[in-house]
């Protein structure tokens, strides 16, 4: 066994009897035991609420904190420790966007540009503002390959655009989109530009001041971290004139009986008691990966991917949809097989131990666009071999048999 | 988990025929049927006459378990009182939460036994289900 597997003792358990192929990484990445271990340290010896006592555990509970914030802004080659705000999910992350900035800065008739690949979290809260303020919220739309063209970034993205907001990697299709060029698209209409990075950052090295959005949204548990605690970056001048978007415990600067001020960013944003135990887990996870090595794990995927890519072009009746150019292409496939639907597809790979995601992956919108009901998704990380895609594809060879259709 | 009790030749049959899949002339309700976490849906077409189930057909998009169970479905409640078909809904679903386990009672539920074992697939369970429920809604809208 590899090392690296080592570090993962929930890989090496068996389902239904067989060895489990964990393909499902896009959904939520397994955690090392590092992470687990700093989770687990930091409730037995430093649990106290940040931000509060006096006394030596709250501070140590408060240095462990801030110190995952330090190490997040390194990690995504922000500038300023003030620039991230911790949030549970990016979805809340979003919300935070929507109600505190475009509920209060977009007026009737501005326009939102999103993608027509966006996962449910960057499109739900968009469609909110814009019925809330009579604005109106446009997509750009995809070519054959999945890919947003040249074209559709120069028409849709006008004078009339105040914020556009898109998904750096798909979760479904696992194509890069050119976000530089719709950042800087953007800035030049003096739009406000934001990137979904929840599949970027844990997969490729993502520097936020190069790309020079203004936010940014991603969550832990899709790079090694534990559930609920995410990330929102933001540039201090846009952070600075937002109002508050949970108000409470925390955030605030003096409380009168009819009137409060609040705390300095990043506290404003963070009302109530902290995930700090999540935190101190991204911290470790973020450690994990840098000494693992982001350029490392982009290598790794894309050996994977064209290897699963090329074992699935020899089956007839597998549709592998989105592009194929390898530098356009992310760690992540969706396809279906011919007439076996994908949650058929997903229970028969389960029983041979494979897990993969099937549905409409949280992108209602794209599934229609392209036409489809659903798709199975198969995703990889860095404890992935090439031993889990040949039983990935091993498995698939079987689907159509169990559902009554000849040999393949 | 064992796929010959899942994906039973009842199951397979069913999903590849699609004779009961077509829309149903002179129908004198129709439900939509909708599952929101998969993205199944169904459309349930019924003629009733005197209250008889006098035609049902369906169609819609899903795996092969939602799909053969409305098919299933179907066939048996077709030419059916509704209060009948009311109680072979019941037993359905009684089936598959495992509430009633007695062969006698669930004989009368006919090839629809043949799903009895997606209770042992939680994750398959709401698709077994949604040709049900949706008739059920259906009926009680009457």
Redesign the interface.
Known sequence: MDNILLDFPILHQKINDKRLAYLDSAATTQKPLSVLGAVEEYYKLYNANPHRGAYSLSVKATEMYENTRSKVKNFIGAKKEKEIIFTKSATEGFNLLAYSYGMNFIKEGDEIVISIAEHHSNLVPWQQVAKAKGAILKYLYLDEEGLISHEEIESKITEKTKIVSVIHISNVLGVINPVEKIIKKAHDVGALAIVDVTQSVPHIKVNITDLDADFAVFSGHKMLGPMGIGVVYGKEEFLMKMPPFLYGGDMIEYVWEQEATYGEIPYKFEGGTQNVGGAVGLSAAIDYLNEFKMEKIEELEKELVSYALDKLSENPHITVYGTKDMNKKAGVISFNVKEVHPHDVASILDSYGVAIRAGHHCAHPLMRYMNVNATCRASFYLYNTKEDIDQFVNALENTRRWLGYGSK | ?D?NS??S?II??H??SGHNKHHIEGATMIEKGHNP?????IELEIKIVDDRIEDAGFTG?????S?ASASIMIDLIKGKEVKEAKELIETFLGMIKREITEEEELEKLEDALALKNISN?P??VK?AVLAWHTLNESLNKK
Do not use: H, W
């Open positions: 988990m796929l899942i994906y030749e397979t049959d999903n590849a976490s998969c993205g199944d849906e998009v899903g795996c092969a378990i799909q697939m994750a398959r698709c």
